[in-house]
């Protein structure tokens, strides 16, 4: 529906913008100006600790200065509430007590015959609940009652029950002047096009509605309840109503929740996502059996920037998963992603939740592998490349992939992951070429004679008391490669006391700069062998296991996180950057230092008024830096301390 600009200027006028922004953010008092309309809070889109998202009163329009979104009263809700703008339009229309306007004729009609045939549905859905708990329903009621449904779910949930029989719907709904046409077109009949009369197209089903986004029915699933019913689960056709590539199950539920945890969580199937549900995993949606659309990917990302979608680790969970990667990589924007759950194999979210509680289902969830390195696995798992045209043959196939990636900034970073993945892969086969260990699916090993041993030890000796900072931040750098993209001009100037991290990084720049259009197949084996020590260290577990088994791949940033454990918290992204910012002073610091002390020594040498200034101003700037470094520290370890007691109150 089209609305008259005058008419949303009218709505904007009259509602506040900050009352409608100031129902997700609180204020703040020293930096803001109500007197001159000037509101300042901290971003309800992104984690931070200072104010950086502003409302302008005077002209309508918000905008935050750390992540660039901005808008008015209508995209504000979009963006918080997952409303459309025609939802958006009639909330606010409402707020200021104006009448929306009537649609144009054409619009108004179809609008009514929407509304007909959504309360075609709603007649259903209360047919097949007085169904459900009649007599006839005493096999569905056994049902749930084994699967452990409670009275409060199956009210919520509006479960019903289609008996067995060619019409009963049909002789229900058609004696309260519900028209067969009508039946048909919500896809609750089957005409046969042999001309034999309409039947229902639910029979001897366990049945549960689909709502659309205002919680009305517009489509419903079934479960059958004969043992040998095919096909199992059977949910209505298209329909005006009902699109599949558009709509999740529970949507008009999960969305609140999910934005309020800041995760939502993607289920295969109705059943799934009502378990979850009921267990307190509100924010749960259902794809209802479809492959993603684009639709619904932009539709979840309103709800959280990186849902987890939970499948069964069988493979046909993992193909649905693979299936899912190539929808998302187009539309991959910053700060938007997605997070993959496999479940053990031949279990559902049901059965984890009846043997472990919801703790175990969050147990899952948090072994979730981020969709970077589900790309990785698919495309690296059963490749050969045992000669150079296989090679190249695997680079090209990462390379077009990365290629559908439309955001330049994203896909350079994706680039780059995969890059350095390839680099070790390749580095690992030749080393196998050459009988001297590693793996054929590109893991560490781990040193296999005396002589490596021996090297390693000897490289890894933290011999500097920079190390374990050094040895972080190299880390980290793969860790967060839009850290390393966002500070490259300051880590490219900083110095290492620790030889291997000095090359390392160096080799981490020039493949960032120098060779980002180089063949991977040809820069691997330039690369000085000890730069893989510590990529190997970073992208590996360091368990020690040898089969590349997914449970092993959880464990990639073992290394780091077992260093810094907060980090195992999943902290906020304003943290993360914070402590990465940290470690950079402290290695400037060391730099400042080595310079304090060459200035000491010349000034032993030869005393001048120059070198005594230039010795005054680095001693005042060392210790304005590690003043300012101290500080950083301190609040580093309160934030840290405080998150790990919201996550000890919230396992409690």
Same mark, same amino acid.
Not at 140 to 152: C, D, K, N, T
Not at 187 to 216: A, E, V, W
């Given at each position: 529906?089209?609305?008259?600009?005058?008419?949303?200027?009218?709505?904007?006028?009259?509602?506040? &913008?900050?009352?409608?922004?100031?129902?997700?953010?609180?204020?703040?008092?020293?930096?803001?100006?109500?007197?001159?309309?000037?509101?300042?809070?901290?971003?309800?889109?992104?984690?931070?600790?200072?104010?950086?998202?502003?409302?302008?009163?005077?002209?309508?329009?918000?905008?935050?200065?750390?992540?660039?979104?901005?808008?008015?009263?209508?995209?504000?809700?979009?963006?918080?509430?997952?409303?459309?703008?025609?939802?958006?339009?009639?909330?606010?229309?409402?707020?200021?007590?104006?009448?929306?306007?009537?649609?144009?004729?054409?619009?108004?009609?179809?609008?009514?015959?929407?509304?007909?045939?959504?309360?075609?549905?709603?007649?259903?859905?209360?047919?097949?609940?007085?169904?459900?708990?009649? #007599?006839?329903?005493?096999?569905?009621?056994?049902?749930?009652?084994?699967?452990?449904?409670?009275?409060?779910?199956?009210?919520?949930?509006?479960?019903?029950?289609?008996?067995?029989?060619?019409?009963?719907?049909?002789?229900? /709904?058609?004696?309260?002047?519900?028209?067969?046409?009508?039946?048909?077109? #919500?896809?609750?009949?089957?005409?046969?096009?042999?001309?034999?009369?309409?039947?229902?197209?639910?029979?001897?089903?366990?049945?549960?509605?689909?709502?659309?986004?205002? %919680?009305?029915?517009?489509?419903?699933?079934?479960?059958?309840?004969?043992?040998?019913?095919?096909?199992?689960?059977?949910?209505?056709?298209?329909?005006?109503?009902?699109?599949?590539?558009?709509?999740?199950?529970?949507?008009?539920?999960?969305?609140?929740?999910?934005?309020?945890?800041?995760?939502?969580?993607?289920?295969?199937?109705?059943?799934?996502?009502?378990?979850?549900?009921?267990? %307190?995993?509100?924010?749960?949606?259902?794809?209802?059996?479809?492959?993603?659309?684009?639709?619904?990917?932009?539709?979840?990302?309103?709800?959280?920037?990186?849902?987890?979608?939970?499948?069964?680790?069988?493979?046909?969970?993992?193909?649905?998963?693979?299936?899912? #990667?190539?929808? $998302?990589?187009?539309?991959?924007?910053?700060?938007?992603?997605?997070?993959?759950?496999?479940?053990?194999?031949?279990?559902?979210?049901?059965?984890?939740?009846?043997?472990?509680?919801?703790?175990?289902?969050?147990?899952?969830?948090?072994?979730?592998?981020?969709?970077?390195?589900?790309?990785?696995?698919?495309?690296?798992?059963?490749?050969?490349?045992?000669?150079?045209?296989?090679?190249?043959?695997?680079?090209?196939?990462?390379?077009?992939?990365?290629?559908?990636?439309?955001?330049?900034?994203?896909?350079?970073?994706?680039?780059?992951?995969?890059?350095?993945?390839?680099? +070790?892969?390749?580095?690992?086969?030749?080393?196998?070429?050459?009988?001297?260990?590693?793996?054929?699916?590109?893991?560490?090993?781990?040193?296999? %004679?005396? +002589?490596?041993?021996?090297?390693?030890?000897?490289?890894?000796?933290?011999?500097?008391?920079?190390?374990?900072?050094?040895?972080?931040?190299?880390?980290?750098?793969?860790?967060?490669?839009?850290?390393?993209?966002?500070?490259?001009?300051?880590?490219?100037?900083?110095?290492?006391?620790?030889?291997?991290?000095?090359?390392?990084?160096?080799? *981490?720049?020039?493949?960032?700069?120098?060779?980002?259009?180089?063949?991977?197949?040809?820069?691997? +084996?330039?690369?000085?062998?000890?730069?893989?020590? $510590?990529?190997?260290?970073?992208?590996?577990?360091?368990?020690?296991?040898?089969?590349?088994?997914?449970?092993?791949? *959880?464990?990639?940033?073992?290394?780091?996180?077992?260093?810094?454990?907060?980090?195992? +918290?999943?902290?906020?992204?304003?943290?993360?950057?914070?402590?990465? /910012?940290?470690?950079?002073?402290?290695?400037?610091?060391?730099?400042?230092?080595?310079?304090?002390?060459?200035?000491?020594?010349?000034?032993?040498?030869?005393?001048?008024?120059?070198?005594?200034?230039?010795?005054?101003?680095?001693?005042?700037?060392?210790?304005?830096?590690?003043?300012?470094? &101290?500080?950083?520290?301190?609040?580093?370890?309160?934030?840290?301390?405080?998150?790990?007691?919201?996550?000890?109150?919230?396992?409690?």
């Amino acid at each position: 529906m089209r609305f008259d600009q005058l008419f949303l200027d009218d709505i904007r006028n009259r509602v506040s &913008l900050t009352d409608v922004v100031g129902r997700r953010v609180t204020w703040d008092r020293r930096k803001s100006q109500p007197g001159k309309g000037d509101y300042w809070a901290c971003c309800p889109f992104h984690s931070e600790k200072s104010p950086s998202f502003h409302v302008d009163e005077r002209r309508n329009r918000y905008k935050c200065f750390g992540c660039g979104e901005s808008g008015d009263h209508f995209k504000f809700l979009m963006e918080t509430e997952g409303l459309s703008f025609p939802e958006a339009v009639e909330e606010l229309a409402g707020l200021a007590g104006i009448a929306m306007p009537a649609p144009d004729p054409q619009a108004a009609k179809r609008a009514a015959k929407r509304n007909t045939l959504t309360d075609v549905c709603e007649m259903a859905a209360r047919y097949y609940r007085h169904m459900f708990q009649s #007599v006839e329903g005493r096999a569905a009621q056994e049902y749930v009652q084994r699967r452990g449904l409670s009275a409060e779910t199956l009210n919520e949930f509006q479960f019903g029950f289609a008996p067995p029989g060619r019409d009963n719907l049909k002789k229900a /709904l058609m004696a309260k002047d519900i028209s067969e046409a009508e039946l048909i077109e #919500v896809g609750l009949l089957i005409k046969p096009d042999d001309g034999r009369p309409s039947y229902d197209r639910f029979r001897n089903r366990l049945m549960i509605p689909i709502h659309d986004d205002r %919680g009305r029915a517009v489509a419903f699933g079934g479960r059958t309840m004969d043992p040998d019913g095919q096909p199992k689960y059977l949910n209505s056709p298209e329909t005006p109503l009902f699109h599949k590539g558009t709509m999740l199950f529970n949507a008009h539920r999960a969305r609140q929740p999910a934005y309020e945890a800041g995760q939502a969580i993607v289920v295969e199937g109705y059943m799934d996502a009502i378990a979850l549900w009921q267990a %307190g995993m509100k924010g749960t949606v259902a794809s209802l059996g479809t492959a993603f659309t684009e639709d619904q990917i932009m539709r979840l990302w309103k709800f959280a920037d990186e849902p987890v979608i939970c499948f069964d680790g069988d493979v046909a969970g993992i193909s649905a998963a693979h299936r899912a #990667v190539d929808r $998302i990589l187009p539309v991959l924007t910053s700060g938007k992603s997605f997070q993959f759950a496999f479940l053990p194999d031949g279990q559902d979210p049901d059965d984890v939740i009846n043997a472990g509680g919801t703790s175990a289902m969050y147990g899952e969830l948090e072994k979730a592998l981020p969709l970077s390195e589900v790309v990785w696995q698919r495309e690296s798992e059963h490749a050969r490349i045992d000669t150079p045209e296989r090679k190249a043959a695997l680079e090209k196939a990462v390379e077009d992939l990365v290629g559908t990636i439309k955001d330049e900034r994203v896909q350079k970073r994706y680039r780059m992951d995969l890059r350095l993945k390839l680099s +070790n892969l390749f580095y690992e086969e030749s080393r196998r070429n050459r009988g001297q260990g590693g793996g054929r699916d590109g893991g560490w090993r781990g040193p296999q %004679g005396g +002589n490596d041993r021996a090297s390693l030890a000897k490289v890894e000796a933290p011999d500097t008391p920079a190390y374990g900072v050094e040895r972080s931040f190299c880390t980290m750098c793969l860790m967060y490669p839009e850290l390393f993209e966002r500070h490259f001009e300051r880590i490219s100037q900083l110095t290492y006391s620790n030889e291997l991290h000095s090359m390392f990084m160096a080799a *981490l720049v020039r493949i960032a700069t120098d060779l980002a259009e180089g063949a991977v197949t040809q820069i691997y +084996n330039k690369l000085d062998e000890r730069f893989y020590q $510590i990529l190997q260290e970073a992208i590996v577990s360091s368990s020690g296991e040898e089969d590349g088994s997914k449970s092993s791949t *959880l464990r990639r940033w073992d290394a780091l996180t077992n260093r810094l454990q907060i980090l195992k +918290n999943d902290p906020p992204e304003d943290f993360v950057e914070m402590l990465f /910012l940290n470690y950079a002073d402290m290695l400037e610091l060391r730099m400042l230092e080595l310079e304090l002390e060459h200035e000491t020594r010349a000034m032993e040498q030869d005393l001048t008024e120059e070198s005594w200034s230039r010795f005054q101003a680095l001693q005042q700037d060392l210790s304005r830096r590690r003043e300012e470094c &101290l500080r950083d520290e301190q609040e580093l370890a309160e934030r840290a301390a405080k998150m790990r007691s919201t996550k000890s109150s919230v396992l409690a």
